[in-house]
Nanobody, 121 residues
Framework: QVQLVESGGGLVEPGGSLRLSCTTS????????MAWFRQASGKEREYVSV?????GRIIKLSVKDRFTITRDNNTVWLQLNSLEPEATARYFC?????????????????WGRGTQVTVSA
């Protein structure tokens, strides 16, 4: 069973930065896709970025100039820069063992509990 733990969230002022981390355990070989999703209060969960073992990346168009995903084996990070209040949400790390790269939450069987990001003055 793959276990994921996110960290790095917090309260930051508009324009600030955070670096989210996701570490894994319970699986020795390289995971296929590792992704970041977020869910704001009252809204559906949406993908933010996906990283693959080969260095491939997908990032949501609305944040591609401010957010960066990096990955080293089964650890993944999400750098959040120039944060805006609209980025306030709980950020989740997710992973899958195989299959094509995907941005659909339902395609990911393994999830962390999330880390809260709040952007406010």
């Amino acid at each position: 069973q793959v276990q994921l733990v996110e960290s790095g969230g917090g309260l930051v002022e508009p324009g600030g930065s955070l670096r989210l981390s996701c570490t894994t355990s319970g699986h020795s070989s390289t995971l296929k896709s590792m992704a970041w999703f977020r869910q704001a209060s009252g809204k559906e969960r949406e993908y933010v970025s996906v990283g693959t073992p080969g260095g491939g990346r997908i990032i949501k168009l609305s944040v591609k100039d401010r957010f960066t995903i990096t990955r080293d084996n089964n650890t993944v990070w999400l750098q959040l820069n120039s944060l805006e209040p609209e980025a306030t949400a709980r950020y989740f790390c997710a992973a899958r063992l195989d299959g094509p790269t995907t941005t659909k939450p339902d395609d990911y069987p393994f999830w962390g509990r999330g880390t809260q990001v709040t952007v406010s003055a």
